[in-house]
């Protein structure tokens, strides 16, 4: 089955800089990597995502980068708030068949933005 | 807006009890899942469901049963619980038919004495 890698497991940046998570995967068949996040007490949310047709992704401060080659994707977030703190999620799902839909998500990391 | 809930935010248990967690969506939507979530370990797939009384397993079934009698509602079953089943219990929607986005309830914190 697929395996997702997510690193770091805890990141530490002051506000206004970026921050980078990496994850990798193990299955060539997943086509699809959306990133959730999960403020404190609070149920995750789809923030952004990308598919395995497309190498990038930007939404505003948030971008996603994808090589298929190397089967790592990334999340970056630019000029950090406060609010960007919380628990974020990788994820990668195949395609098609009775598991499309199915995630496989990594072990999260915890940003914590300093003012 | 799209509205997931779970039966219980918190629950305590004892070991061996049967115990039942429920999911009920009002959106329709095809596809429900079963995480749960234990620190530094990420959200694992226990159960997922595509269809009523369809069920696949995920990557953690063991010591869990699921039940899909009705679209809207999921439920997943404990059927003799354990210490080591402690955890935060989180169900999802998704609607394949327009979206990969899960939706996700607010979780139910299950404690196993």
């Known amino acids: 089955g697929e395996n997702v890698e997510q690193h770091p497991s805890t990141l530490s940046v002051q506000e206004g800089d970026s921050a980078v998570i990496k994850c990798t995967y193990s299955?060539?068949?997943?086509?699809?990597f959306p990133w959730y996040k999960q403020e404190l007490g609070k149920r995750p949310q789809l923030i952004i995502d990308i598919r395995s047709n497309v190498g990038e992704k930007k939404d505003q401060r948030i971008a996603v980068t994808l090589n298929k080659t190397a089967k790592h994707f990334s999340l970056h977030i630019t000029e950090t708030q406060p609010e960007d703190s919380a628990v974020y999620f990788c994820a990668a799902s195949p395609a098609g068949g009775t598991s499309y839909g199915k995630l496989t998500f990594g072990q999260g990391t915890i940003l914590t933005v300093h003012p | 807006d799209v509205k997931v809930t779970q039966s219980s935010r918190y629950l305590v248990k004892r070991t061996g009890e049967k115990v039942f967690l429920e999911c009920v969506q009002d959106?329709?939507?095809?596809?429900m899942f079963w995480y749960r979530q234990d620190p530094g370990l990420g959200l694992r797939l226990i159960y997922f469901s595509y269809d009523v009384k369809m069920k696949e397993k995920g990557d953690i079934p063991e010591g869990y049963s699921v039940s899909r009698e009705k679209k809207e509602r999921f439920s997943l079953i404990l059927e003799s619980a354990s210490t080591n089943q402690t955890s935060m219990y989180l169900c999802a929607t998704q609607d394949r038919r327009f979206s990969d986005t899960q939706y996700f309830g607010p979780g139910t914190r299950l404690t196993v004495l």
């Open positions: 959106m329709d939507h095809e596809n």
């Open positions: 299955d060539s068949a997943s086509n699809y």
